[in-house]
């Protein structure tokens, strides 16, 4: 069954988040997601929740975004990030 990474990333440092968006895709192919959504326009439809940039990932299944996110490889991404952009993320399995 499908998972899905949704995050909400506040970029506070676009030129040193440069380097997170270079590693995170190759790491993110390598154990099978897909980008779905990347930091495009949205329009809030009901509610009040504003992310700043939204990204959505699909993984195979929960097991496959769960081993993407602590893999070596992320964890490189994680470190590049570290004071360019506050994250909330979540997984969520697909129905």
């Known amino acids: ?27 993110i192919d390598k154990y099978g997601g897909r980008y779905l959504i990347r930091g495009g326009a949205y ?19 929960m097991e496959k975004a769960k081993a ?5 490889e992320y964890q490189v991404a994680i470190k590049a990030r570290a004071g360019a952009a506050n994250f909330k993320a979540l997984l969520v399995q697909g129905a």
């Open 1 to 27: 069954m499908a998972a899905y990474l949704v995050v909400d990333i506040d970029v506070t440092n676009p030129v040193q988040f440069e380097e997170y968006k270079k590693l995170a895709p190759a790491a």
């Open 68 to 72: 993407f996110y602590t893999s070596p």
């Open 43 to 61: 329009e809030a439809i009901e509610g009040n929740w504003k992310p700043q940039r939204l990204t959505i990932v699909e993984f195979d299944s």
